[in-house]
């Protein structure tokens, strides 16, 4: 391997103009400038800043797959993974299927076990067994943000516990004397989102509110679908005092229509999310929800990847995330009287 | 290569009774998937459906460079970039170097020319002398969204004219009777926004305005630094009747102070935007802003390198974007007179 100092002794400058010229060229005098870039070429040095991985013998890759890189949730924890990776020395590449398994299948085909030493999965449409044919071919995979820890895949994941995210969100709103609320339920990628609202029907059923009372529409997990889902719930049903949707770009989306259609928020109606993307705290009002601890859920998964990986006997089949917090803000607010004094 | 027939024979079940075990394994009984499986172990299948790749004997990878995956056009830059990739036949890997140019280096000498037979590299700070390095040594690198056509790159480059982005934000203030403006600059990803707010600039001097005379702020790119640097600049400059933000995320964190502020937009303060994010539309007010035709210009990048991987002779040093386009939505309207009838 040609070393910085061969470029320098070569060029007859120090490894100091090596590093200004391969840095800031402006510093350097274009001449000797010049003389530099062509010892460069003709000994065909590489600059390598990654000295860790080059320590180890090795710089090995992660991959996180993932169904729709558009949703902000996902560049979130990528940015949380890929840092987490990076502390580990680890680089981290990122594919999105685009909502489509065939796309996932062939990613997978592609990079497990060829680029990637191991594949974080999240929320795509692949089906488990084609996973487990993978993991047993190509090499490890884990599933990141598994909803339903009472029901462990077949495969290593990460778990967060989303019927109890669900289930805060039904408390919120009943501590704050709700009784006429409606649900929208989230239909993206990997499919209904089922556990939250499942924990929210079990918390409204504690509660002394009878779940089958509340309206609910499912729709696919956008701003613009919460939007359109929003004005048609309130047309059918005018009464509603407050909307849980299983996240916040449902919620966020819902806000906006409320806006638009002259009811406030949360004065007429109160609107709760999951998940407190960042978009949840730059909004007016800014969004009370549930938060899923990202960030802490990506480390999380990307210190278990590695685990799987270096370790695969010391990693366990299923580690549960931190549990979910509720984040009190502008958009609820208690349920006001018809008549007031 | 082991087919799918292999399996089925081998596990005496139809193919599609194979393609079902893959899918749906749900479909199938119980013993018959265990046959099918064992089988694909015992012969080491491996599914592969980019039949494409495989007709063509590779299917090669390309890499997308970025520095902040969490802004939002970047994600979305990704999405079309990656459909654009896929209808050619190839893989997108996306790198996140977190602002980070030491780690956008580490990543090109990891993947460019060994993981990635091109690499698509956005707004990193890494200097063009390594990029150029880079380039001679490991493949063909592309820089997406050049900012300043006036002054192309050393290495192929496709470029967006954000100048007259600039240019028509002014022009719409100043038709709507705009005189006391103010101006966000974005100083984000890859550096300051000049080349946008230098195109303002000159539209107001056209436009008998002094640009000297306009209040300014530099602002790192963010929804959160949008709605610091707005309240900051009410604070001093109370009788603003129009914001320019070089780009959408500042515009709409300026939307965001001004709603908490008690300033009605467009009836008290009037505000514009770059880029048109998806976000620009989904909110209420919804935002006016000048779009770069990202999904275009996403497609024109990877069709460039492509060509530059293929045909290097073909592919032009500068390849100019669609030009922008003003969205006129409801964050604009007239300037008030102070004094109404």
């Known amino acids: 391997m040609v070393t910085l100092s061969e470029v320098a002794r070569r060029a007859r400058v ?25 010892a460069i070429a003709e000994l065909g040095y590489r600059p390598n800043l990654n000295a860790r991985a080059l320590a180890q013998g090795r710089s090995s890759t992660l991959a996180l797959m993932l169904s729709n890189i558009s949703n902000p949730f ?18 981290l590449m990122v594919c999105n299927t685009d909502d489509d398994a065939q796309i996932g299948r062939a990613y997978l085909n592609q990079i497990a076990g060829t680029f990637a030493d191991g594949v974080l999965v999240m929320n795509t449409d692949i089906a488990m067994n084609e996973l487990c044919i993978s993991a047993m071919h190509n090499g490890p995979i884990l599933l990141a943000m598994w909803e339903h820890p009472e029901n462990p895949p077949v495969l290593p994941c990460v778990a967060v516990d989303f019927a109890r995210a669900g289930a805060l969100a039904a408390q919120h709103l009943l501590e704050l004397g709700h009784r006429n609320i409606a649900m929208l339920i989230g239909d993206g990628c990997g499919g209904l989102q089922d556990a939250r609202s499942e924990g929210f029907r079990t918390a409204l059923r504690e509660g002394g509110v009878d779940p089958a009372s509340v309206a609910q529409m499912q729709v696919r997990d956008s701003i613009d679908s919460g939007y359109a889902a929003c004005q048609a719930l309130l047309a059918q049903h005018p009464r509603v005092s407050a909307i849980f949707a299983t996240n916040d770009l449902l919620a966020i989306g819902a806000i906006q229509a409320l806006v638009s259609m002259g ?79």
């Open 14 to 38: 120090t490894a100091a103009t090596v590093s200004n010229v391969l840095r800031n060229r402006e510093k350097v005098r274009p001449e000797t400038a010049e003389r530099v870039l062509q």
């Open 74 to 91: 996902y560049p979130e924890f990528v940015l949380a993974a890929e840092r987490a990776a990076r502390k580990a020395g680890h680089f």
């Open 263 to 341: 009811r406030a928020v949360p004065d007429d109606v109160s609107v709760i999310g999951i998940t407190d993307i960042q978009l949840a705290h730059q909004m007016r009002p800014a969004l009370t929800t549930v938060a899923i601890q990202t960030e802490a859920v990506a480390e999380l998964s990307i210190r278990s990847l590695i685990r799987l990986i270096d370790e695969p006997a010391q990693q366990p089949p299923m580690v549960l995330g931190p549990p979910p917090e509720l984040v009190t803000r502008m958009s609820t607010g208690p349920r006001k009287r018809r008549a007031r004094a």
